[in-house]
């Protein structure tokens, strides 16, 4: 089973000065999976990505990569991963091919191969025509195209993404996302960080939450947001003057201690009604009253919690919270 | 964006593997080595205004020295005073022709491109000595330029053509050893321009406190002092001895022996501060 992890750290700990950029932790990545690392800015995220990826000594702790010990032997480890940073690491002053040649030879592949290489990345990156020009010439989803070819060069085992898509515009993000599921079906593992929950949820098979250098949670997507919350039946009357009849009805289907609620939050769309619900079964007893009640609805739906919430809940305290209780 | 079709092989590179870099780790640094050099070369060659600090710098101050000053300090004989003053000046242009390293390497390392060379399977140094094999370029061509202008202005070699190219080699030499400090700067500090205002506090008096503009016996004792103890001191004698004649194997000794003091000091100096940074 252990075997089975890519990457495995335990009791990662380093301090900048008075910050404790990372407070003891613990991650694990299985083979050929996505690891969303996800945190509020300032949470860690960038310094565990930098310990994992051999660029620096945690004051104590331990971590594998590719069943290879990364402070004993970060040479070997080097070998087997590719790291595109938060910012694009592409050589402005070089071409393209001279960027990716480069990566090549320095992963000791022939200039003959490394431009061959360079080449095949190249065309499929999209950036064929802009191969021979500077790389300060590029627009920003052009360098971080390049930046992530940088990091393909050598078949990497695993692929460290730092906030890969920070910056770019929602089409280009998509781009890298097929980026990442190609590298996945091909084999590789992922370790991705990002602010945004959307990008977790689309391409993670795991989810870590990190808060002030620790680990808060750590579940799929789908376990997570049942952690924080249960499944909510949101409705939606074709006549917004019914959104009182629906309330009525759905009340009836709270879950225990709950009532139904008019979607009043910041940026939903107004005449919805929302109830927490114990289980799929509330349906059985939502629609045939809301079809007694004469409500027409454009919308009726389950939903698990959005990570947005989860993400919120689990941030500003309230896991926390709640495992302090239980371990009183 | 079209699937990839991944046909070049995986670690074609002749003979090495996953764990083990071709040819062994000698070989490894060399290569790499040169592979950072090339890249070096290439921001060089896009930017050509960099080289200014070894073409048009030295060229100013050997006008300035010989038609401006030279006069008084040769008593008239401006000749006699630039085969004296060239030599010097192309030791003090290497000792300058340096800080650009450092700085260059000072604005390099905080950016992502460092973390990538980081993060590959290269040796620590491999950055580093890539960088400084690259100044030879920069070091030759303040040499040509001097050499070249020089003669223009009216500087003859007295010795012949083997000579001059030793004192050339020599020149280069220095200028890769010495630059090592300027490296280390580079490491330690947090701007380019902190990096300038070092190396000159350092470089400064090594040039002016040395026999490159005037004869050491003029020169007050406490000042002797300091100008016998300089190594540009012996640098420029060499070149003198190569170039227009006059002694030159006591100052070649202690010109190597400086060279070599100074790598085994600031290579790992530079080398330690550049893995702290990281």
């Not at chain 1, 010439?137 to 993404?161: K, Q, W």
């Not at chain 2, 401006?78 to 085969?83: I, P, T």
């Not at chain 2, 300038?196 to 406190?209: D, H, I, K, R, T």
């Not at chain 2, 022996?257 to 990281?278: D, S």
Request: glycine share 10%.
């Amino acid at each position: 089973m252990m075997s089975d992890l890519v990457v495995r750290a335990e009791g990662l700990r380093k301090r900048f000065g008075k910050t404790q950029a990372l407070d003891g932790v613990d991650l694990a990545m299985r083979r050929g999976t996505v690891l969303g690392v996800l945190g509020p800015n300032g949470a860690g995220k960038t310094t565990a990505v930098r310990v994992l990826a051999t660029l620096l000594r945690p004051d104590a702790g331990h971590a594998e990569v590719a069943g290879i010990d990364v402070l004993r032997e970060p040479q070997r480890v080097r070998r087997r991963i590719g790291l595109t940073g938060q910012y694009a690491s592409v050589d402005e002053d070089l071409t393209g091919t001279q960027n990716l040649v480069l990566i090549g030879q320095l992963l000791d592949l022939t200039t003959r191969d490394a431009k061959r290489r360079a080449a095949e990345l190249l065309d499929w990156f999209d950036l064929a025509e802009a191969a021979g020009r500077p790389a300060k010439t590029y627009s920003g989803g052009m360098r971080r195209r390049l930046d992530l070819a940088a990091s393909l060069v050598g078949h990497p085992e695993v692929i460290f993404l730092d906030e890969p898509t920070t910056g770019l515009d929602p089409a280009k993000r998509e781009d890298m996302w097929g980026v990442v599921r190609t590298q996945v079906a091909q084999g590789a593992s992922v370790l991705l960080t990002t602010q945004y929950l959307e990008e977790a949820d689309a391409l993670a098979d795991d989810i870590l939450v990190i808060d002030k250098g620790r680990v808060i949670a750590h579940d799929s997507p789908d376990g997570l947001k049942r952690r924080v919350g249960g499944l909510t039946l949101r409705v939606r009357p074709v006549d917004p003057a019914r959104v009182p009849d629906v309330l009525r009805v759905l009340d009836a289907v709270a879950a225990p201690g709950t009532n139904a609620s008019a979607d009043t939050a910041a940026g939903a769309r107004r005449g919805a009604v929302s109830v927490p619900v114990a289980g799929d079964a509330a349906l059985d007893t939502a629609v045939p009253a809301l079809r007694r009640a004469g409500v027409e609805v454009t919308e009726l739906a389950l939903h698990l919690p959005s990570l947005d919430e989860v993400f919120h809940a689990l941030t500003e305290g309230g896991l926390t919270a709640t495992k302090q209780e239980e371990l009183v | 964006m079209t699937a990839p079709t991944l046909d070049v092989p995986l670690r074609a590179a002749g003979g090495g593997d996953l764990d083990h870099p071709r040819g062994g780790p000698i070989a490894a640094l060399a290569r790499h080595s040169v592979a950072l050099a090339r890249r070096s070369l290439i921001k060089t060659i896009r930017t050509p205004e960099a080289l200014i600090d070894v073409t048009l710098q030295p060229v100013i101050f050997l006008l300035i020295f010989t038609y401006l000053f030279g006069g008084a300090i040769s008593g008239g004989d401006r000749h006699a005073y630039l085969q004296f003053l060239l030599p010097g000046m192309l030791a003090q242009s290497l000792a300058m022709g340096g800080i650009a390293l450092g700085q260059n390497l000072n604005a390099d390392i905080d950016k992502g491109v460092f973390d990538r060379f980081r993060s590959l399977p290269v040796a620590r140094s491999a950055p580093l000595v890539g960088a400084v094999a690259a100044d030879i370029v920069r070091y030759l061509t303040v040499c040509l330029v001097m050499l070249g202008f020089g003669t223009v202005m009216g500087f003859r070699v007295e010795t012949g053509l083997v000579p001059a190219i030793a004192a050339v080699a020599l020149s280069i030499g220095f200028g890769l050893c010495f630059c090592w400090i300027s490296v280390w700067v580079g490491m330690l500090v947090r701007t380019p321009g902190a990096v300038q205002g070092v190396m000159f506090l350092l470089v400064f008096p090594l040039a002016f406190g040395s026999n490159v503009y005037v004869q050491t016996d003029t020169l007050p004792g406490w000042l002797q002092g300091f100008v016998q103890v300089n190594p540009i001191t012996p640098l420029v004698a060499t070149i003198r001895g190569l170039t227009v004649g006059g002694p030159v194997a006591a100052h070649l000794t202690t010109t190597l022996i400086w060279m070599a003091g100074l790598l085994v000091v600031f290579v790992p100096l530079a080398l330690r501060a550049y893995a702290r940074r990281a």
